[in-house]
């Protein structure tokens, strides 16, 4: 089997509830992609969801016997990946894969090698006050640290060739991921090129898993990483 252009990353812990329709929008995209599902420990129907879904071409599962976090889950995705292109999507409803389009554009066109999509946070998109303006200090101390010009740092959708991703030598385990990504790939000297999607965001009662604790990580793996070079052992 040749290999695709697209690989989709996709983590789940716990998203029995959503995990199926994410999958049927994903394979809705009209590109020649895979879906590469990563179990994290769930403790609800989520493996099942996944076996029942594997057809050993377009969607293959993988699965974490304990929980260990986003970051393990995407570091597993990537060693399992065999597309030209990773994109990462969360197993909930709040990104859309119908941005793939605009996402892959940039790079299809050469004008990028790294896509983040950028959630505009307009009052039908943005749960929660305080989680937007987390979301802006984290991205502004990005911003001053590495001497960038971003609007969502944070943002889930990050797209790159799997050379780039494997490049990084992810180290995070939980939602430090999304800075260390951004930091390891602004002092490779990638140039980040930022497209608008779609979002809404669901509450922690739906099950959001993000706290006001994963932004104080998030500054501590930002001021980690500043000085991060591509060396054995970095």
């Known amino acids: 089997m040749g290999r695709p252009y697209l690989s989709v990353l996709v983590p789940a812990y716990n998203e ?65 990946a065999r597309g030209q292109v990773i994109i990462i999507q969360d197993a909930d409803l709040e990104y859309s894969p119908d941005d793939f389009g605009s996402l892959l554009e940039p790079l299809k066109s050469g004008r990028a090698t790294v896509v983040y999509g950028s959630r505009a946070f307009s009052n039908h998109s943005a749960f929660s006050y305080w989680y937007v303006v987390g979301n802006r200090l984290v991205t502004l101390m990005t911003n001053v640290l590495y001497n960038c010009y971003l609007s969502d740092m944070e943002s889930g959708y990050k797209v790159m060739p799997l050379e780039v991703a494997r490049s990084l030598d992810l180290r995070a385990h939980g939602f430090e991921l999304e800075p260390e990504i951004t930091a390891k790939l602004l002092r490779l000297g990638h140039r980040i090129f930022e497209v608008p999607i779609n979002y809404a965001a669901r509450s922690r009662e739906e099950g959001k898993k993000l706290t006001p604790a994963d932004g104080m990580k998030a500054v501590l793996t930002l001021l980690r990483y500043r000085s991060w070079n591509p060396r054995p052992g970095s």
């Open 16 to 80: 029995e509830r959503t995990l199926g329709q994410v999958i049927d929008a994903v394979l809705k995209v009209p590109e020649d992609l895979e879906i590469v599902l990563i179990d994290d420990g769930s403790s609800d129907g989520t493996w099942s969801v996944m076996q029942s879904r594997v057809d050993g071409d377009h969607v293959r599962a993988v699965r974490h016997l304990t929980n260990q976090g986003k970051g393990t889950a995407i570091r597993t995705g990537l060693t399992h």
